[in-house]
C-alpha cells in the first residue's frame, strides 16, 4: 500500500508574541509540524505496519520547510521518504491554492492508494484542503475519520456523527483526512531519530511539479488576536443555599 501523509510547517504557538496593538509576532518563533496531521502520519504508519508498503510524507510552503530540525523530526516519525515543495510563492498560499500544489506535487510523485490529511492545519484550521485535494485528483474523499480498515482494494472507514457513527466503505485510491480521536502518535525514539537522517529526502519548486500557480480565493485582511477581557475575579466558597444564590445573582448580572 502507497501512502501519502501531508502535513503543514506552523509556528509555535508559545514563541508568538502579541504586540499592544493585538497583532500577532511571528519573528521569533520556531517551525513545526501541525499538531493534527502528526495524527495523519500515524494512521499511515500503523496502516504500512498492518499491510506494508510505503509510507510518503508531503508539504508545500516557503522556507520554513527548509529545516533540518523540521525534516528530521518528520521523518522520526515512520515516514520511508518526503518530498517538499519550497517556493516563496506558496509562502501564505490559502486552502486553494495548498491543494492545487498538493494535487500537482502527488501527480509528480505517482501512484498512491491513500493520501491522509489532519483535520485542519493548526494555525488556520479552515478544514478544506483535504476535501480539495480529493475533488482535485478525482478520487473519492472522507473528511472526519475515527477509525481506518483496510480491505483488498479498498477500506471501511468510521466517521462520529452528532448522534451515530457513520462505517463507510471506500475504493482505493481516496483521500482521507482523520480526526485527533484516530490515535496517539507516537514519541519518536533514538533509534527513530538516528534512522532519520539516512532517508531520502526531495524538493522541488513550484515550477518542478508543472503546477500553474493561482490566484487566491481568499485574502486575509488582518490577524488579531482576541481583546482582553477584565475579569471580575468574585470567587465564592462553600455550598450552601445562600452562596448559590449569590453566584446565581453575580452570573445574572454578567449575562446583562
Do not use: H
Not at 514563541?15 to 493534527?36: H, M, P, S
Not at 494535487?103 to 493520501?115: M, N, Q, T
Not at 490515535?183 to 511539479?209: H, S
Not at 480565493?217 to 468574585?234: F, H, I, Y
Amino acid at each position: 500500500m502507497r501512502i501519502i501523509a501531508c502535513f503543514k510547517a506552523v509556528p509555535e504557538e508559545q514563541d508568538i508574541v502579541v504586540e499592544k496593538d493585538r497583532q500577532l509576532n511571528f519573528d521569533k518563533a520556531e517551525w513545526k509540524i501541525g499538531t493534527y496531521d502528526l495524527n495523519a502520519i500515524e494512521a499511515g504508519k500503523q496502516l504500512v505496519e498492518a499491510e506494508g508498503g510505503q509510507l510518503t510524507g508531503l508539504a508545500v510552503g516557503g522556507t520554513a520547510l527548509d529545516s533540518s530540525k523540521l525534516k528530521k523530526n518528520i521523518l522520526s516519525r515512520g515516514l520511508d521518504d518526503l518530498y517538499l515543495v519550497i517556493d516563496e510563492k506558496a509562502e501564505n498560499a490559502d486552502t486553494y491554492q495548498t491543494a492545487k500544489l498538493l494535487e500537482a506535487s502527488i501527480r509528480k510523485i505517482g501512484e498512491f492508494d491513500l493520501v491522509l490529511c489532519g483535520a485542519g492545519s493548526s494555525d488556520l484550521y479552515a478544514q478544506q484542503t483535504g476535501n480539495q485535494v480529493g475533488e482535485l485528483l478525482g478520487v473519492p474523499v472522507i473528511n472526519s475519520v475515527n477509525k481506518i480498515t483496510p480491505q483488498g482494494d479498498k477500506v471501511i472507514v468510521e466517521r462520529v456523527l452528532e448522534d451515530s457513527v457513520q462505517v463507510l466503505e471506500v475504493s482505493l485510491p481516496a483521500v482521507l483526512s482523520v480526526t485527533s480521536e484516530i490515535n496517539v502518535p507516537r514519541i519518536p525514539g533514538m533509534k527513530d531519530i538516528l534512522a532519520a537522517k539516512k532517508k531520502p529526502v526531495t524538493e522541488f519548486t513550484v515550477e518542478d511539479i508543472g503546477a500553474a500557480y493561482v490566484q487566491p480565493t481568499s485574502l486575509v485582511l488582518s490577524t488579531q488576536a482576541p481583546e482582553q477581557a477584565e475579569r471580575k475575579l468574585n470567587i465564592l466558597e462553600g455550598d450552601s443555599e445562600e452562596t448559590i444564590d449569590e453566584f446565581v445573582k453575580l452570573f445574572n448580572e454578567a449575562l446583562k
